[in-house]
């Protein structure tokens, strides 16, 4: 029997910590029941008591309005005094908007996967994303070019800006309070890298036969064309939440370090990442494990030995923190 | 970025990469060192936004929705054009969702000189630059500003290149001159043509008929008065008398005969189907009238197909709960093969390779609102074959709606399409991502 799905918002997967929720959040062309197996079953494995939710968000709306929804809904259901966000690719950006929409101190760590954090998709990548058939997507979902989702996907870095803006010059108390002890991490899947011929394939590419036919050659070509190392649709150099260029000035600038230098900031990489490309990066069982740990680890300079499971597979670059405490 | 029209700047109208959807051309123009020039349907809807909808934003599918190519000119030479192709794919926001034509200098060339031959629709004539401003001639000023279509004869037409190698018909450019109308309603929600008495003594005159009925005798010609035409029988206005005598003009004569189509075929049916033409003779999607299913026939069709196509001992195909079934056309053959560098687009006549099904019905849904056409969406389905449904689902697809309600969409088969000719036959479910 063909199901056809309507779920949307918070359902728990595991846990039930009235202290610590943990929302997971899908991409595009996903829905909760994505997110859930296997990345939640893998990441439940670690998160102890913690209240683990999964969150189902129509990914063909506007990433500013997916974002204020989230923060509704979190608002209005999630009493827990920690509430920490992982996003997966554009689900990522949701997190960062909901938890910047207002000022929501239990919002603490966001983690975003596979998520093009400093840049924005450009065509080549978008129908890259529209053509990675159910090997990627289980679902029968096109990619819907008009919609606000999609549009919104290639011209995040302006709304990102935006939202940084709107911070700043809201009448608020303090702008900045809406960021207080918030801080942001990135997972890079980083399969296609310089160590792989032009003729490797990412895992969830996984094309038929048929497909490879006709697909290869100009997919090949634009992953070729790609700065290494990316996924396949995401480069590392925008998932990296811990660097900064000139022009970069978005709302995680604004997230100050903790009272004892604690970074804001930080891009971290299990040695399985270079195994893993888009779609595979959520079948990782380290990469579930890390997203934990980050969450789990109260100071990021400790991360790569924060867990004695994934001792010297982790590498991690915090990232400096332009905000300063709040007093 | 700000869009100024062209009436705001004193009848210029702005450089190309200030228009959002193309502002990646100051870039790619700079990178290559060539200027670039916007031509045809795609530069005169743009410039009916600026003139009737100041300030509104419109996208790339906004200025070549349904069958439109966006018509490009570089100023360089001609290898540098497959690197601007790959460079416009890799940069321009959804640019893989459209057709584009793209002439280097020397075809630029010589396809002005066909045009200055040709019979002049100014409203048509509009460019954009990315070299300068374009002033506007006094003719498509005066015509923008009444909101008319005015068409003028070309004495010359015979001796053009394109009418003395009979691929082109100078009966075509009644055609130019009602797509351009139909450009002007959709856009600025009104407008006619400056002299329907001339063009329906046009069509009348022996020479027109003579012409249609060559039309009819060539794949070549009557695939482009298809591809003319069907974007009129889609939109044309069914309470002007005068424009639908102009339409039955051209289906007398059996004029598309050779396509299975006749004039009381066409005018029963309410979904139309236009690719392009292959070297067989006949469109890579023969199904020009192809039966549409709406409502809960469409759902149900949809529902069923996707339970033939689950695997065994698999998880069934699941629809995304983000859209909800609008349409569903059950069978279309999509022909198999390639078309050769010289074949490529002979219907068309432009240098656009791309390949697209395009598709509009009459929907009972009378509304035409932002949101409804801009969820507009299509999955392609294998009509049988279980193992190619991860191939035709990855066909990229958009669509929109016109004025009326009338909704379209554009599907790339290029993935279907192998050497072999064998085709493959696939059902398009037509998608609506809901709101909300």
């Known amino acids: ?327 | 970025m700000a869009v100024s029209t062209p009436t705001a700047r004193g009848g210029t109208l702005p450089r190309l990469h200030e228009l959002p959807p193309f502002a990646c051309f100051e870039g790619l123009a700079r990178d290559f060192g060539v200027d670039f020039t916007l031509r045809g349907g795609a530069a005169a809807r743009a410039a009916m936004y600026l003139e009737y909808r100041p300030g509104e934003d419109f996208d790339l599918f906004d200025v070549a929705p349904f069958t439109s190519d966006i018509d490009l000119r570089h100023s360089g030479e001609a290898q540098l054009t497959p690197l601007i192709r790959d460079a416009i794919r890799e940069r321009v926001p959804f640019a893989s969702w459209c057709r584009w034509s793209l002439l280097d200098g020397e075809k630029s060339a010589l396809e002005q000189d066909n045009m200055e031959l040709s019979t002049r629709v100014p409203l048509r004539s509009v460019h954009f630059e990315t070299r300068q401003d374009t002033p506007l001639p006094a003719d498509v000023l005066s015509d923008l500003r009444a909101r008319r279509v005015s068409v003028f004869r070309n004495p010359a037409f015979s001796s053009s290149g394109l009418a003395r190698t009979d691929r082109d018909l100078e009966v075509f450019g009644v055609l130019l001159a009602l797509n351009t109308l139909v450009d002007l309603r959709e856009v600025s929600g009104g407008g006619t043509v400056a002299h329907w008495g001339l063009v329906l003594n046009w069509l009348a005159e022996p020479a027109a008929r003579d012409q249609l009925r060559r039309a009819g005798s060539s794949p070549e010609l009557g695939a482009r008065l298809w591809h003319m035409l069907a974007p009129q029988i889609a939109r044309a206005d069914a309470e002007d008398r005068r424009w639908q005598e102009a339409l039955s003009a051209f289906l007398r004569d059996g004029s598309l005969q050779q396509f299975g189509l006749s004039a009381g075929a066409i005018s029963g049916k309410h979904a139309l189907s236009v690719s392009r033409l292959v070297s067989t003779g006949g469109f890579r999607v023969p199904e020009l009238l192809p039966a549409v299913l709406t409502g809960t026939r469409a759902r149900l069709e949809v529902v069923a197909a996707l339970e033939r196509l689950s695997l065994p001992f698999a998880p069934a195909l699941r629809l995304d709960p983000a859209f909800e079934i609008v349409a569903f056309i059950p069978d279309l053959t999509v022909v198999g093969g390639t078309v050769s560098e010289e074949d490529m687009d002979v219907g068309h006549y432009s240098q656009a390779n791309d390949e697209f099904l395009h598709l509009t019905w009459k929907s009972r849904r009378n509304s035409a609102s932002d949101n409804v056409a801009a969820g507009l969406t299509a999955v392609a389905l294998p009509s049988s074959n279980r193992q190619e449904t991860d191939l035709a689902t990855s066909a990229l697809a958009v669509g929109g709606m016109f004025r009326s309600g009338q909704p379209w969409v554009r599907l790339d088969v290029g993935g279907f399409i192998g050497n072999r000719g064998d085709g493959r036959r696939v059902g398009v479910a037509v998608l609506r991502a809901r709101d909300g």
Request: charged share 20%; with cysteine; glycine share 8%.
């Open chain 1, 1 to 327: 029997m063909v199901k056809v799905l309507t779920s949307y918002g918070l359902k728990r997967i595991s846990g039930s910590s009235d202290e610590h929720a943990v929302v997971l959040l899908h991409g595009i062309r996903q829905t909760r029941e994505d997110m859930e197996r296997p990345f939640g079953t893998s990441f439940t494995a670690h998160s102890g008591a913690a209240s683990v939710y999964v969150y189902g968000y129509n990914h063909t709306q506007g990433l500013e309005r997916n974002g204020r929804l989230l923060a509704d809904i979190l608002q209005s259901e999630l009493t827990h005094p920690r509430i920490d966000l992982v996003g997966y690719s554009m689900g990522g950006l949701v997190a960062r908007l909901a938890a910047s929409d207002r000022s929501m101190p239990s919002i603490r760590t966001i983690v975003t996967l596979a998520t093009p954090n400093r840049g924005s998709l450009s065509n080549a990548e978008l129908a890259t994303l529209g053509q990675l058939g159910r090997s990627l997507f289980a679902l029968i979902s096109p990619l819907a070019p008009r919609t606000e989702g999609v549009r919104d996907l290639t011209r995040a870095q302006q709304i990102m800006s935006g939202r940084r803006e709107a911070i700043l010059s809201s009448s608020g108390t303090s702008p900045l309070a809406v960021m207080a002890a918030k801080r942001y991490a990135s997972i890079p899947g980083l399969f296609y890298n310089d160590t792989r011929t032009d003729f490797e394939w990412g895992p969830s590419v996984g094309l038929t036969a048929v497909q490879a036919t006709f697909l290869l050659a100009s997919m090949k070509r634009r992953l070729i064309d790609m700065q290494k190392p990316h996924d396949g649709i995401v480069t590392e150099s925008s998932n990296d939440l811990s660097q900064s260029t000139s022009y970069d000035f978005t709302e995680i600038h604004l997230a100050a370090s903790g009272p004892n230098g604690e970074p804001a900031l930080c891009h971290a990489v299990v040695d399985s990442c270079k195994e893993r490309d888009h779609g595979s990066i959520l079948e990782d069982e380290r990469v579930a494990r890390l997203a934990w740990n980050l969450l789990a680890c109260s100071d990021w300079r400790h991360i790569e030995t924060y867990d004695p499971g994934l001792l010297h597979r982790v590498r991690a670059h915090t990232g400096s923190s332009p905000g300063s405490p709040l007093p």
